[in-house]
Structure formats: structure tokens, C-alpha cells
């Protein structure tokens, strides 16, 4: 990887590092509502475009998701005093950064029971069993439901052997590469994601709730989509969009149609910030497979909600049968809609040279250290 990219990456987190201050600082200053959204709007403008300004799959696609996507939205709520970002109205400055910046989702804690003299507890972030918030209270965290470091090493050493595969893609059938990329995906995003919370973690004592939950054992799409993949999407895309189409249609259509209608514009957000990233990593005109294939995830994800209040429970599949049908469907949907923009924007080549590129780094770094070592 070139030292120019280097020198781009340390620019562009330079600039989200001030914007974010700035948005800190107005968060202090401005009431919640439309004053803050104006003075928010030229940061989400900014944080649409800084991703251009890298050129690597990795770098670039992942500043995309964790700025132009994540935290946009994150400062769009933020505006209105909703988010995680208002979770505490007395956030710290580095605790603002982090929230904004990475996906992480801070543990809560229950509501306690009213104090004697009427006051309750507010909802707080777990940070330890020793520590005590600003007012000398208790905090009291429970433990987080985080892997082991077993099963993120196992994770690890198979991403490893992905990537080894590559040098041999020519010899390998194309639909069994793209199978391939369904675990590179996958096993890349846990161990990041990981990896970011667990820096966090240390560096702030925060407990983070987990960002996967084995997706792999989803039994149905409302499972996989809601409960188990990619969990910090999950709860922005709540407040930005299913909510709020929920609330503006209810009244109009009913509750049944109300839901439908807000899963599906759900749907089509996500589509259109997945369509965003690919275009940051590729800089191609969309093809719009993208979206289709989440509109239609979004149709079949109604579908499958109906039909299970309308079976009530009488009749289903084994579990077994449901996780099959269900990844096979994922899986198979990938490969005809959401995999061939990554040939378009040549995204997988591009990534194979910087895995490339950083092995034969790490074999100079080795050489050089090797004499220095053995004296």
C-alpha cells in the first residue's frame, strides 16, 4: 500500500476527529431540534464525500460504512436528541468520539425503581463493577455476552486460509469463490468489528454489546436480519427509518399494513447506504443490484412475518430445516444480486493485491528484524 494512501487515511481521520468536535461542541451550545440540525448538515455533506478521498478496498469501503453511513446517521438523531449519542446528556468528549465514530453499542442498564425522595435512576452505560458514575452512585454492570478468544482466533486463522486460497482463484470454480466471499465477509467484519469494540472497551471501560450473534444459526430472515447480523445497524436503522415510517403510516393504513410498509423503507435505506459504499469503493455508476437485492428481502422478510401470525406457531419446520432454508436463501440471493457489483467495481482483485502488498511487507519487516533478533 502506498505511502500517499497513508497519508490520506491520517487526513481524512484528522478531519472527522475536528468535525466530530465541532458537533460536540454545538451539542453543548444549540438546543435539540432544527437550529442543531443546520449546524449538523455540513458535517453529514462532509462525511458523504471524505470516503473519495481514499482509493483502498479496505480503508475506503470501511470509512465509508463506519462515517457516511453509521455516523450520519448517528449525528441526524443526534440533532434531534435521540440516538446513541443522547443516550447520556452528560456524554464526555471521548466518549462522544468513540459513539460517533465506531460501531459499538453501549450496554445499558435497567431502570431501578424510584428512589424514596421521587428521583430515579436513568438508564446508564455498564462500565465496571468498581466504578461509580459523577454522582458517587454504585454503577453496577452485568457481564456482556462476549466470545471467547478461542472462537475469534479459530475465525481469525480461517480468514488467513481464505485469503491463502486467492493465489489460487484460476484453478477454482467462480460460484465456489463466491461462496468464499460469504465467509470473507463475514469472518472480516466480526473480527473488526471485534476488535474496534474491544479497543474501545479498554481504552474507555465501557461494556459493548456484541456486533454478531452467529448469524450462521439464523432460522428464519427476521432471525438473521433483526437478531443476529450486523447488530449496530440494526438498532440505528430503528430509529432513522422503521420507526418512523411506522408512525406516519399506522394512522393512514393500520398496524398490520404500517409494519410492512416500515420494514420495507428499512429495506430500502439500507439499500441505498449499501449502494453509497459500493460507490466509494469502486467510484462506477450503480447497477442497482444492490437494492434489489434487499428490496427483495425486505418483501420476503413481510411475507415471512405474515405467515407466521397467520400459522400461530401450529406448524413449522424443524429447526435444522429453518437454518438451512434460511442461509441458502441469503447465500443464493448474494450470488445473484449482491456479489457481481463487487466484480464491477473490481473490489476483490483490489483487495487481494492489499492483502499482497501487506504480506510482502510483513516478510520485509521480518527480514530486517531476523539478524537483529538472533545476534
Not at 466504578?131 to 454504585?138: F, T
Amino acid at each position: 500500500m502506498e505511502d500517499g494512501e497513508m497519508h490520506n487515511v491520517m487526513k481524512v481521520w484528522l478531519s472527522i476527529s475536528v468535525s466530530l468536535t465541532y458537533c460536540y461542541i454545538i451539542g453543548k451550545m444549540s438546543p435539540k431540534g432544527f437550529i442543531r440540525l443546520l449546524c449538523v448538515l455540513p458535517v453529514v455533506f462532509l462525511f458523504l464525500v471524505l470516503p473519495l478521498q481514499l482509493t483502498s478496498v479496505h480503508f475506503g469501503g470501511m470509512t465509508s460504512f463506519l462515517i457516511a453511513w453509521l455516523a450520519n446517521f448517528k449525528l441526524l438523531l443526534f440533532a434531534f436528541g435521540k440516538g446513541p449519542l443522547c443516550l447520556d446528556p452528560e456524554i464526555s468528549f471521548g466518549r462522544f468520539i468513540c459513539v460517533a465514530c465506531f460501531p459499538i453499542k453501549i450496554t445499558q442498564i435497567p431502570p431501578r425503581k424510584p428512589y424514596q425522595n421521587g428521583h430515579s435512576h436513568e438508564n446508564r452505560a455498564q462500565i465496571s463493577h468498581s466504578k461509580n458514575d459523577q454522582h458517587g452512585r454504585k454503577i453496577v454492570s452485568k457481564k456482556g455476552n462476549h466470545k471467547s478468544f478461542l472462537n475469534y482466533a479459530t475465525k481469525g486463522l480461517l480468514l488467513a486460509m481464505l485469503i491463502a486460497t486467492y493465489d489460487h482463484t484460476d484453478s477454482i470454480h467462480p460460484k465456489i469463490m463466491w461462496l468464499l466471499y460469504c465467509f470473507h465477509i463475514y469472518f472480516f467484519l466480526e473480527i473488526f468489528l471485534a476488535m474496534v469494540a474491544y479497543m474501545v472497551r479498554i481504552l474507555s471501560g465501557l461494556e459493548l454489546e456484541p456486533q454478531f450473534n452467529d448469524p450462521y444459526l439464523s432460522t428464519s430472515l427476521q432471525d438473521f436480519w433483526g437478531r443476529r447480523w450486523n447488530l449496530m445497524v440494526t438498532s440505528i436503522l430503528r430509529p432513522i427509518a422503521y420507526e418512523p415510517i411506522f408512525n406516519t403510516c399506522k394512522n393512514l393504513i393500520g398496524v398490520k399494513l404500517a409494519q410492512g410498509m416500515a420494514i420495507l423503507g428499512t429495506f430500502v435505506v439500507s439499500a441505498l447506504m449499501h449502494e453509497l459504499i459500493f460507490y466509494h469503493l469502486g467510484r462506477v455508476r450503480p447497477t442497482w443490484e444492490i437494492t434489489w437485492f434487499f428490496l427483495l428481502h425486505g418483501v420476503c422478510l413481510t411475507v415471512e412475518i405474515a405467515l407466521k401470525k397467520a400459522v400461530n406457531g401450529r406448524w413449522q419446520f424443524p429447526r435444522p430445516m429453518q437454518t438451512i432454508l434460511t442461509i441458502g436463501f441469503v447465500i443464493a440471493t448474494g450470488f445473484w444480486l449482491f456479489f457481481p457489483p463487487f466484480v464491477v467495481c473490481k473490489a476483490v482483485d483490489r483487495a487481494i493485491e492489499e492483502y499482497a502488498a501487506v504480506r510482502e511487507y510483513l516478510k520485509k519487516a521480518a527480514r530486517a528484524i531476523s539478524p537483529w533478533l538472533f545476534q
